[in-house]
């Protein structure tokens, strides 16, 4: 399995706090995403790193923001959190530039978080 | 069309029993795809990479139909660990990253 760890894995807080998920990868892989998993919408991309301290956004990333100050960390910030931010969260990891050759994205073990 | 397009299922099927599902996607200009599979509560992992017509590997078997803009999978000789998710990914329309379908539900029952 490829070396990906996420933490917290499980965190409930309230309405309004910030919140940060660290993702941590020892595959020294240039690519790094970030995705919520809900029922009904499958996996969607809120952020993606190309680098370190070259991100861009994906298609839900209203209400987070990202940093990668380091290769191997990719750190998910809500700022305000919401209930509707409730969700599964996924970081994986690419070795090839997603917009030469797709290749296939490793995933971390996930985030449950609860937004009370 | 949405991007990607998958039967949520569940498919209900008897151990043994060969079971398919498809995958439509609306990019006619994507050139490859994935097949993942997620276990309940777990991450997605991959399965299988198609890039040109097809691929097969042991009993699943992953075939590309582009001109009517899906991708199957097909699993014979259905197990009990079988059951899980599977999620077809394909990149994005104007770009490379991949979008992922909803997924679909498979049950295998003895």
């Known amino acids: 399995d490829a070396g990906i760890t996420q933490s917290p894995r499980h965190k409930v807080t309230e309405t309004g706090t910030p919140v940060t998920l660290r993702c941590h990868q020892t595959?020294?892989?240039?690519?790094m995403y970030w995705y919520r998993q809900d029922p009904g919408h499958g996996l969607r991309l809120i952020h993606y790193?190309?680098?370190?301290?070259?991100?861009d956004k994906g298609e839900v990333s209203d209400g987070y923001s990202v940093s990668r100050s380091k290769t191997e960390d990719f750190l998910l910030t809500l700022e305000s959190a919401t209930s509707s931010q409730t969700s599964v969260y996924f970081c994986?990891?690419?070795?090839?530039?997603?917009?030469?050759?797709?290749?296939?994205?490793?995933f971390g073990p996930g985030t449950r978080l609860t937004v009370t | 069309r949405k991007e990607v397009e998958q039967d949520p299922g569940p498919f209900n099927v008897p151990e043994g029993a060969t079971v398919a599902f498809n995958c439509t996607y609306s990019n006619s200009a994507s050139q490859s795809f994935f097949w993942y599979r997620q276990d309940c509560r777990k991450e997605p992992k991959l399965l299988m990479s198609v890039y040109s017509s097809g691929n097969e590997d042991g009993r699943f078997t992953a075939q590309l139909n582009r001109a009517s803009q899906y991708i199957s999978l097909l699993i014979r000789d259905s197990k009990l660990s079988d059951s899980a998710t599977y999620l077809c990914?394909?990149?994005?329309?104007?770009?490379?990253?991949?979008?992922f379908g909803r997924g679909t539900s498979l049950i295998v029952h003895p």
């Open positions: 595959e020294n892989h240039r690519y």
């Open positions: 990914v394909v990149p994005r329309q104007g770009s490379y990253i991949p979008t």
């Open positions: 994986a990891i690419s070795e090839q530039p997603p917009d030469i050759r797709p290749d296939e994205q490793y």
């Open positions: 790193s190309y680098g370190v301290k070259d991100t």
